[in-house]
């Protein structure tokens, strides 16, 4: 659900502002749409890092209930979106749409991994993830059958359906039995600010920070570089002579391809992590990642015969060392007690967002000074480096049980 209308806008970012920067006086070139994509991904970074206060509400008042209210803010204002009317409501819709998004995986993790038997929560906290790749795919086969034929509106209204999945929700998923019993322990129903300041206790300060810094490195490879994997698509084909249909039916082809690419890749994490251990899979995943992002855009896309071709491969690798975030999906909340999990996932997740949300606004402004997507977009594979360098600091959870 969430993945579907978080890809929603890289598939129609190009059409979107061709359209709304004039609206709004604004010269609808190729380095103004690359340098306002980049200010958009930003702000909605930015919403999704505010999302951090949806952890100490499931800490507080439940992970069902909280889901459920995360999911009806980002359905509401992802179907608005559709109705911009320039690039102010446009950033004022996708900055709200951030902040509903942003709940949904912190919450779905920490009621996941209570929920699920021990010898099976990490193989569950892969599937859980799965789903926002599975949402890139129905993107991208939405794009293809609506977003070529009838525009890029429509595409955010389909954001809206989320939102009719509360209901089910409502009824046939309850809370974790290690929550509610943590509830009712004599003093075990913190506050919401307890259970945020319990992260930055002598006890957990040092694997915050650290979990924290892995985030953002990860977040600068998604958000920076396959987010702009339909955009480097849209332009080659261009280039190479396509028509528009053609182009946006061809970013809609990269889009799956780096979603099933993805899912492929999730389905190995847990085997991996159980053999090798949290952090060196996680390192696997970086140097995966690292190597794509250089190739596709700082080498790949300035080829001057067969670039598109290329670029799907490289897209098919980029999107197996995407595979990366399932690895927080169930590391994090092996690390830290019921009583501050989701707030402890939350903050991680989504603090990240804004240096995330700088970083992508760098890489934006790179863009509009290159007037292309390559070199910038392919620097950021520098962000793994650093990156594999503090993997080692890291906790190693491996084999041990999900804290109480």
């Known amino acids: 659900m969430d993945g579907l209308d978080s890809f929603i806008y890289s598939l129609v970012l190009v059409p979107a502002l061709i359209e709304l920067l004039p609206k709004s006086g604004i010269p609808a070139s190729p380095a103004n749409v690359g340098y306002y994509g980049g200010i958009f991904f930003a702000l909605f970074m930015i919403g999704y890092g505010i999302a951090l206060i949806w952890g100490p509400i499931a800490d507080r008042f439940g992970r069902v209930r909280t889901m459920m209210l995360s999911i009806l803010c980002f359905s509401l204002f992802t179907m608005l979106t559709g109705f911009s009317t320039g690039i102010l409501t446009l950033a004022i819709f996708r900055f709200m749409a951030g902040v509903g998004i942003g709940g949904e995986w ?3 993790a920490a009621l996941v991994s209570e929920d699920w038997p021990e010898e099976r929560r990490a193989m569950g906290a892969a599937l859980m993830h799965t789903g926002y790749y599975f949402g890139f795919f129905l993107a991208a086969i939405a794009n293809y059958f609506i977003g070529a034929h009838l525009g890029w509106r429509y595409m955010f209204f389909l954001g809206g359906t989320p939102a009719l999945l509360i209901g ?5 998923v309850h809370e974790p039995v290690r929550w509610k019993k943590k509830m009712n322990e004599p003093g075990g129903n913190w506050t919401m600010f307890r259970s945020f300041a319990e992260l ?5 300060r040092r694997r915050t920070i650290l979990n924290s810094l892995y985030l953002i490195v990860s977040l600068c490879g998604l958000w920076a570089g396959s987010v702009y994997v339909p955009s480097a698509i849209t332009y080659i084909a261009q280039r190479e002579g396509r028509s528009a249909a053609e182009a946006a039916q061809l970013a809609s082809y990269s ?3 780096l979603g ?3 899912i492929l890749g999730a389905l190995v994490v847990p085997a991996l992590a159980d053999r090798l251990g949290r952090r060196l899979t996680l390192g696997v995943f970086y140097t995966v990642m690292m190597a794509s992002l250089w190739v596709a855009f ?5 080829m001057q015969a067969h670039a598109l071709e290329w670029f799907l491969v490289c897209t098919f690798v980029l999107g197996l060392g995407g595979s990366n ?7 994090l909340p092996e690390q830290y007690g019921t009583n501050c999990r989701a707030s402890a996932f ?3 997740t989504n603090f990240g967002r804004f240096a995330a949300a700088g970083f992508t606004f760098l890489v934006g402004a790179g863009v509009r000074h290159y007037g292309s997507v390559g070199t910038p977009v392919g620097l950021t594979a520098l962000a793994f480096v650093v990156g594999l360098a503090l993997l080692p600091m890291g906790m190693e959870t491996k084999g041990k049980p999900l804290p109480a």
Not at 298 to 302: A, C, P
């Open 346 to 348: 939350a903050f991680i």
């Open 298 to 302: 700082g080498q790949v896309f300035y």
């Open 260 to 262: 099933i690419a993805t």
């Open 106 to 108: 912190s919450v779905g």
């Open 200 to 204: 930055f206790a002598p006890v957990y």
């Open 168 to 172: 089910l929700i409502r009824k046939n």
């Open 325 to 331: 975030f399932i690895v927080y999906s169930f590391w």
């Open 255 to 257: 889009s799956g391809l």
